[in-house]
C-alpha cells in the first residue's frame, strides 16, 4: 500500500485548482511505497481533457529521482469535469507508453470545493483497480 503525507496531497490540489480548467499533470517519487517528492509538470496539451507530460521536465524530474536514489511510484492528473477514474484514453495512454508497473492517481475537480482522489493501478491487458493508500501524520 502506498503512503502520502498530507503536505503532498495539498500540492497536488493546489497544482490542479491552479491548472483548471485545463487537467494538470505530474509525477510522484519516493522509496519503499513511501511518497517523498512531487514534480509538477507542465500539461503541453493544455486542455480539459487530457494531458501530454512536457518531455523535457519529465526528463529533469528523472534525473532528478536518479540522484536523490528515488524512483517514480505514480504519475498523477486531474480531471476537471468527470469523476476520478482513468477515462478510455488514460488507459489507452498506461498502455501505448509502457508505464504499466507505476501507479495513476487522479484527482476529480467535479466539485471544486471538495476535490476527490483516487489510486489505481492500470495492467498490461488494460485491467484498472483502485489501490488503497495511506496519509501518515
Known amino acids: 500500500m502506498i503512503s502520502i503525507n498530507k503536505k503532498i496531497i495539498d500540492k497536488i490540489s ?15 517519487a519516493g522509496k519503499n511505497n513511501q511518497i517523498s517528492n512531487i514534480y509538477t509538470i507542465k500539461n503541453t496539451a493544455e486542455s480539459p481533457y487530457r494531458y ?10 528523472d534525473n532528478d529521482a536518479i540522484k536523490k536514489n528515488i524512483h517514480f511510484l505514480a504519475f498523477y492528473h486531474s480531471h476537471t469535469h468527470s469523476q476520478a477514474y482513468p477515462s ?17 492517481l487522479l484527482i476529480s ?5 471538495k476535490p ?11 485491467n484498472i483497480t483502485e489501490e488503497k493508500f495511506t496519509i501518515p501524520d
Open 14 to 28: 493546489e497544482h490542479s485548482l491552479n491548472e483548471y480548467p485545463n487537467e494538470c499533470c505530474g509525477i510522484l
Open 88 to 104: 478510455a484514453t488514460d488507459v489507452r495512454m498506461a498502455l501505448e507508453s509502457g508505464w504499466t508497473d507505476i501507479l495513476y
Open 116 to 126: 476527490i482522489l483516487k489510486i489505481f493501478s492500470i495492467s498490461e491487458t488494460g
Open 52 to 61: 501530454l507530460m512536457n518531455p523535457q521536465e519529465f526528463l529533469n524530474a
Open 109 to 113: 475537480l467535479e466539485n471544486k470545493e
